[in-house]
């Protein structure tokens, strides 16, 4: 499987982004879809999931800022970053659960203060 992020780019804190993932089988085939981050220096840490069944989740940090969500018809996940504070600065990825061994190139994410 194949997966493929785009959106990312700079932006001033309280701005807004929208991530797009695109894998190359349909997002139906996993249990869920799941947006990643990795900061410099830091481990890669999970964002948001959503489940096949509709369930949402969010780490902590980015809840009521972010929204994941999906489009069938397009075969994309989003992730709207609203709000965004420099400390979301990061290399986001999406991947699938089961997790897929080969991630993609991410798509870079820089919030400026």
């Known amino acids: 499987v194949q997966l493929v992020e785009s959106g990312g780019g700079l932006v001033q804190a309280g701005g807004s982004l929208r991530l797009s993932c695109t894998p190359s089988?349909?997002?139906?085939?996993?249990?869920?879809m799941i947006w990643y981050r990795q900061a410099p220096g830091k481990q890669r840490e999970l964002v948001a999931t959503?489940?096949?069944?509709?369930?949402?989740q969010y780490t902590d940090s980015v809840k009521g800022r972010f929204t994941i969500s999906r489009d069938g018809a397009k075969n994309t996940v989003y992730l709207q970053m609203d709000s965004l504070k420099p400390d979301d600065t990061a290399v986001y990825y999406c991947?699938?659960?089961?997790?897929?061994?080969?991630w993609g190139q991410g798509t870079q994410v820089t919030v400026s203060s």
């Open positions: 991947n699938t659960d089961p997790i897929q061994p080969n």
């Open positions: 959503i489940y096949l069944g509709d369930r949402i």
């Open positions: 089988i349909s997002i139906f085939s996993f249990n869920a």
